[in-house]
Each structure stands twice: as C-alpha cells, then as structure tokens.
C-alpha cells in the first residue's frame, strides 16, 4: 500500500511540473522572437528596473461606464496613481470618464481604436488606428500618448517599427503579472490573490476596467492595494515608473 501511495504520488508530481512547464512554455512560444531585442532598443517595455516597491497598475479596453467609475474611486481612496490603456471609440462615448482619469492624475495611453484584430489589419489601417486615438486622447485629456499596447497583444516587427515612427513605445506588460481578471466570474479574491502572490518592483501589472468581469477587476484592486501598500508598494503610472527606471 506504501508503495502504491509513493507511486501514486510521484506520478503526481510529474504532472504537476508537466502541465506547469507546458503553461509557461506555451506563453514563451508565443512570445515573438524579437521581444528582447526590442527590449534592449528601447522599443518596447515588460518592466523596469528600479531598487525600490513601486510597481505601475494598468487598464485594458475602457472606459466602461459602469465598472471604471468604481475603479476610479477606490484608486482614490487609496491614492493610488495608473495608466488606463483606452480604446479610442469608447473614449469619444464617454468623453465624462477619461476627464474624470486625467484630473485625478492618472495616465492616458493608447489601446487602439476599435480593438480589432491586427493580424487581419495593413500597415495603415494600423497607423490610423493609432493615430485617431491619440487625436480622441489628445482632444479630451489634453495629454499626448507616448505608450501604445497592441490589441491582444499582438506583435510583428512592422508593427513595432510603425509605433517608433509614431515616436510612441510598445507598452507591454510583465507575464508573471497576467490575472487574466477579465475571465468571467473570475472572483476579486482570485484576481488579487495572483497578484499579490507574484509581485515585484518595477513590474507593470495588466487588469481590465471593461468587460463582463469589470466590477470584479475593481473589487480587486481594492483588496491588492489595501494589502501592499501596507507592504510598503507605490503604486504610479506606467510613464513615471519608467522615469523611476531611468534614473537609476
């Protein structure tokens, strides 16, 4: 009976590393193979090296009427700073939102336009994609976006070369720092549990204000912050996190 336990057991463990490295395995396979040089030319940004707790939260797909609101309250209650990568037609429909973002100090960069896929895009509908956000940005926020997150993810080297021709830089996230919050029925707990579990200085965390799972995101953010900030975390925007890393 021993023996069949220990068996039992190591084939457990087996698995356990199996399906772990094919996890994490799958995420580096689907990294582009040029990441890291275009990390080390400055084109493109995972995370920051600084000596001190200061991490960046950042917002995908917003602004949502109903869940960013909330999340814009309890960042204040916390005073806490971020970046909200918004979608350029969801900013033009709720023009109240990204004012409400910028005078409370936070960061407005670009998320494309409508979303779409870039695999199925050219070279231009690309760059107007790009371009009409930063106008929309620029026009209700009176900030000039520097940071660019492509849809999905999604990278090529014309893509890249389009964005530093834009003079922006390809605003990435750190992978350890993934919740995927935007799951639906995915609880705060969870959310928060994942990223207080995986924090780091310097990291730039992903979460998304839009979405079925949005208020869940905001419930989240709430009890991660209550709990590192007690850890001695600042929590900044993406662009001052990166002059953080610069003057070092």
Known sequence: MLAWFKQRLRALMFLTVFIGGLSYGSYTAALHPNL???EREGLLIRNVPVEEKVVALTFDDGP???ST??????L??????ATF?????RAQKYPQIILQMTSSGHEVANHSY?????????KEQIREEIRQTNRIIAQLSGQTPVLFRPPGGFL???MVDLVAGEGMLVAYWTWQQDSKDWRRGKPATAIASHIVANIQPGQIIIMHDAGENGLQTAKAVDILLSQLQQDGYRFVTMGELIRLGGSH
């Open 36 to 38: 890291t040089t275009w």
């Open 64 to 66: 949502d009427p109903v």
């Open 69 to 74: 609101p909330v999340l814009l309250e309890i």
């Open 76 to 81: 204040g209650k916390h005073q806490a700073q």
């Open 85 to 89: 990568f918004v979608l350029g037609e």
């Open 114 to 122: 409508t979303h779409s896929d870039f695999n199925k895009l050219n």
């Open 156 to 158: 090529s080297c014309e």
